[in-house]
Structure formats: structure tokens, C-alpha cells
């Protein structure tokens, strides 16, 4: 575990009021953390913050959005990055899951208070609500088309909706628990689901019927991943032909995050197992990084990297903080995390400092989505974040 900065979560407000000063501290393993402060000196004639910092801490950069802040000390530079928008009015609760169709224009989110919505990316507004889930919905996720939405719930029902008139054409049975996420393969003919059961099934959508049991594994799978495996990596073949309405599962490897501290991958196609590794605390979330890299969050705040070729040993881990890791995806050279004590940043490669987005306190970030340059977060305390990464 590296040392981290964090900072005050209302930054942007606090600094831009006259002399005004927000905490700033860096969390070091295993050492007292040291603390210190930004005060805000007056704008500049660019129209910017002038912000100084105490003893032990170094203001690098400020822009209107975003502001770079190291300690030399510890070697540690983070830059904080302020939401450009936020929608709160979207639901009343809790905002549990979140996508932004390919287009950009929409996002589709699921939340506590009952209801799953579709509405404007530009302010949020609600263009549709989603009504037929009995009980809670927990992963919702657009087709490549954009027109249509896939979700699961815990009434243990995969649905597929019309973005258009919000009317529900398909309901997909056959789990026995509540369903935990769910991925689409190649343009939506087929799909996949997880549920609490422990089992992962594979659905043809023109049929409304289960093209089978992808993996059994007796404990509740908490998230899923599918991507397109490296030809390096052996998938098998399937003991039984596959039905002809499998579409677009060749090459594929399906990853599993299971409750009972694995992750497991599993050919799409041939259903056989392909890569089983044990972690420290249960799995939340899954991810590929490239087509043989690949990324799981834990419950303890370890993210593993993995090489599928060779899972025995981990080619890093992660620690930044003990809150639960609940959301992993790619991005760029790297990748966006999310944790349940309001902490989501972004890790790149051909960067030398962490990105973190800024303002949710202490509220755990459920899941994060891209789109283009922008990044859409949802957050216990029923708020869309929206960042702009041109900001930086």
C-alpha cells in the first residue's frame, strides 16, 4: 500500500469563498498521517484560484475544475478533479447502477427508491421510467444500439426494455435468486446474467429462453465481465453442439466474482473452466484490462491484476484504502475504480500521479460509466456526478 493524498470533498466551494481553507492529508502505511491545508490567497488575472499550502504539501496546478497537489516527502501526487455537473433530482434514494448509451445522449439508472429511469445526459431530466421489476433492480446496462436496456433484479428476472416507449417485449426466467449483473454479447442476440443462485446463464433474447448454464459454482456471483480471450489462451471446446442460436460466444471468456473469494473464468462457448484464482476477501467486480489482463476488486480494498496465462502469482495489487472495491472499468491505458468510502480514481500507466473525482463524502460510489470524455458516477447519496476529463 503506496501513500495517498486525500483532500476536502467541497474543495471547489470552500476555496473560492475570500481566505478560504480546506484540510488536505497524506495516508502513509504504517505512519502517522501528516496533515496540512489550502487557503485560497484571491483569483489571479487568468481568472483563476490562487491556493497555497501548508508546510509538507506543494500546490502544482490550479484550473477551474482541478487542482494538483504533492508531497514531496512521500513522493505522492494526486490531482483532484471537481464534478462539472450533478444531477440530483434523478431519483430520491440511493442510485445502485448506472450506463450511458453508445450515442452519449441517454443514461439508464436503478436505485433504491424503486424505480429504474431513462433520462438526458445533458441535465438530466427523465425521458422514461421502467416499471415491471418486482423489488429491487441491480444492474441495469445499455445494448450497443442504444435503443434498448438490459436489467436484472432481485425478483431473479432478466428484462429487456424498449429506450423508446419504455415498453418491456422480454422477460427472461429461470434463476432461482436475485440477479447481481449482466453482460451482452457482441450486439445483444444473446446475453449473459449472474445471480445469487451461484450460477451464470446464457439467454437467447429472440426466444426469451436459456441457452444454458454457463457455470455453477455455488456461491452468489457478484459481478461479471465478457470479453474476447487472446488466442494464447486455451478455451476449450464444447462437449455438446451448440445450439444455433449461440451468437458471437467463440473466443469468448466469461469472468465470474464470486462471494466465496474467487474468480473464475470460464469459456463462453465451450463452458469449460479456464482460469480459477483465490483472493483475499469476497470478489465484488471484474474487468479486462486488454485480452489478456485482466482486473478484480475485493471487499478488503485489494484490486488484483491478473495475467490470464498465469494466475498463480498476481502481476500487482492494489490497497489504497480497506473500503470495499465496487466498481472496476477500463480506461485509456488503465482503469477507473470505485470504493464504498466515497473514493473513485483513475489509474493510468503514462501518468505519474492518481486522478481522483472529487465530492462524494464518505458515500460509497457504486458504479462508474464512460463516454468519450466524460465520466458518469452514482453514489449512495442518490447523486449523478458527471465529470469533464478535458478539465484536467
Not at 446475453?191 to 451464470?200: C, E, H, K, Q, W
Not at 441457452?211 to 474476447?228: E, F, T, Y
Not at 464504498?340 to 462508474?368: A, M, N, R, W
Request: proline residues 4%; charged residues 20%.
Amino acid at each position: 500500500m503506496a501513500a495517498r493524498l486525500l483532500l476536502q470533498s467541497d474543495w471547489p466551494q470552500v476555496l473560492r469563498k475570500v481566505e478560504g481553507e480546506v484540510w488536505v492529508a497524506c495516508k502513509i502505511p504504517g505512519k502517522p498521517t501528516l496533515y496540512g491545508s489550502l487557503k485560497c490567497q484571491g483569483v489571479g488575472s487568468d481568472g483563476l484560484l490562487e491556493v497555497t499550502a501548508s508546510e509538507g504539501f506543494v500546490v502544482n496546478e490550479v484550473k477551474k475544475k482541478s487542482i494538483l497537489i504533492s508531497c514531496p516527502e512521500e513522493n505522492v501526487t494526486s490531482k483532484f478533479l471537481a464534478p462539472y455537473t450533478t444531477f440530483s433530482r434523478i431519483h430520491e434514494k440511493s442510485i445502485t447502477c448506472l450506463d450511458i448509451s453508445s450515442g452519449g445522449g441517454l443514461g439508464v439508472s436503478t436505485s433504491t427508491d424503486g424505480t429504474m429511469k431513462i433520462w438526458q445526459t445533458t441535465n438530466g431530466e427523465t425521458r422514461r421510467i421502467l416499471e415491471g421489476h418486482i423489488y429491487d433492480v441491480n444492474c441495469c446496462k445499455f445494448f450497443p444500439s442504444g435503443l434498448v436496456v438490459l436489467s436484472g433484479g432481485m425478483d431473479s428476472q432478466v428484462k429487456i426494455w424498449s429506450a423508446e416507449d419504455a415498453s418491456c417485449p422480454v422477460t427472461l426466467k429461470g434463476h432461482k435468486g436475485g440477479i447481481l449483473d449482466v453482460a451482452i454479447v457482441e450486439r445483444g442476440r444473446n446475453v449473459v446474467s449472474s445471480s445469487r443462485d451461484g450460477t451464470a446463464r446464457l439467454w437467447d433474447c429472440g426466444k426469451s429462453a436459456c441457452l444454458g448454464v454457463v457455470a455453477d459454482c455455488g456461491s452468489p456471483i457478484n459481478g461479471i465481465a465478457l470479453d474476447v480471450a487472446d488466442s494464447s489462451v486455451e478455451l476449450g471446446s464444447p462437449e455438446d453442439t451448440p445450439s444455433n442460436r449461440e451468437i458471437g460466444t467463440e473466443g469468448k471468456l466469461l469472468l465470474l466474482a464470486r462471494e466465496d473469494k474467487k474468480l473464475q473464468g470460464v469459456s463462453l462457448h465451450s463452458r469449460q473452466p479456464v482460469i480459477l484464482f483465490s483472493g483475499s476477501d469476497a470478489f465484488n467486480c471484474c474487468a479486462f484490462l486488454s485480452s489478456v489482463h485482466i482486473l478484480a476488486g475485493a471487499q478488503d480494498g485489494n484490486i488484483y491484476q491478473l495475467d490470464m496465462r498465469n494466475t498463480q502469482t498476481p502481476v500487482q495489487v492494489t490497497h489504497r484504502s480497506g473500503a470495499p472495491v465496487l466498481s472496476l472499468m477500463p480506461f485509456k491505458e488503465g482503469y477507473i475504480a470505485s470504493q464504498g468510502d466515497g473514493s473513485c480514481f483513475i489509474i493510468q500507466q503514462d501518468l505519474d500521479h492518481v486522478i481522483e473525482l472529487t465530492e462524494p463524502d464518505s458515500d460509497p460510489v457504486y458504479k462508474v460509466a464512460t463516454s468519450e470524455k466524460l465520466i458518469y458516477t452514482c453514489c449512495r447519496d442518490g447523486i449523478v456526478r458527471k465529470y469533464l476529463l478535458s478539465n484536467l
